[in-house]
Every structure is written in C-alpha cells, then in structure tokens.
C-alpha cells in the first residue's frame, strides 16, 4: 500500500527552524516529482515548494522563497523540507504529495507546524 509519512512538526518561535521529512513506503520516488503543500485553519491548501525526480529542478511560492530548501534523498525514499526564519503565518498543517504509481495522488497525513512566541 502506497503511503507517504510526515514527520518532524511542533512548536518553534518565530524565527526558528524546523525541518520536515516525508518518508514513503511501497514505491520508489526516484522517478516522480515531490511536493509540500500546507494549509492554515480556515484556509485552501497551497503549494510550498517542488523538486523533481532528480533533484535538479524546485519551485517555491513566493511566500517562503529565500527561507525553505526542498530536498530528496532518493537513496533513502525520502523528501525534506527545511524552513528557516519561520513566521507565524507558515502556521499550518504541512502536507506531503506525488502523483505517483497509477497517476494517482497520494497524500500524507500531515504535520502540524505551529510558529508562536
């Protein structure tokens, strides 16, 4: 069964870094784009940021360019995403996604981000 597991949210101050880990089971990503979406309470879900099957292209939105890095360790069936210099709104539930095997989209469960002093 495909899945996809987020870890690594929690409480950080303004400021602060977190950094987030998507772990798959059951496919391999190497060949299929990856992504983090997020979405705050009373919000739509929004796209954060991309990277493709190798590693050589991302995408960001314009609200976290310059503070989040996604990354990939194929070897390793995984996705990250470091967030720097977190701000209260990157408050939210911060979501994993691939359009995988089957042309299908899989989501994580989600991780919750809670940026507050």
């Known amino acids: 069964q495909v899945q996809l597991v987020e870890s690594g949210g929690g409480l950080v101050q303004p400021g602060g870094s977190l950094r987030l880990s998507c772990a798959a089971s059951a496919f391999t990503i190497s060949t299929f784009v990856m992504s983090w979406s997020r979405q705050a309470p009373g919000k739509e879900r929004e796209l954060v940021a991309a990277?493709?099957?190798?590693?050589?292209?991302?995408n960001y939105a314009d609200s976290v360019k310059g503070r989040f890095t996604i990354s990939r360790d194929n070897a390793k069936n995984t996705v990250y995403l470091q967030m720097n210099s977190l701000k209260p709104e990157d408050t939210a539930v911060y979501y994993c996604h691939t359009v995988g095997p089957g042309f299908r989209n899989y989501w994580g469960q989600g991780t919750q981000v809670t940026v507050s002093s």
């Open positions: 990277i493709t099957s190798a590693g050589e292209t991302t």
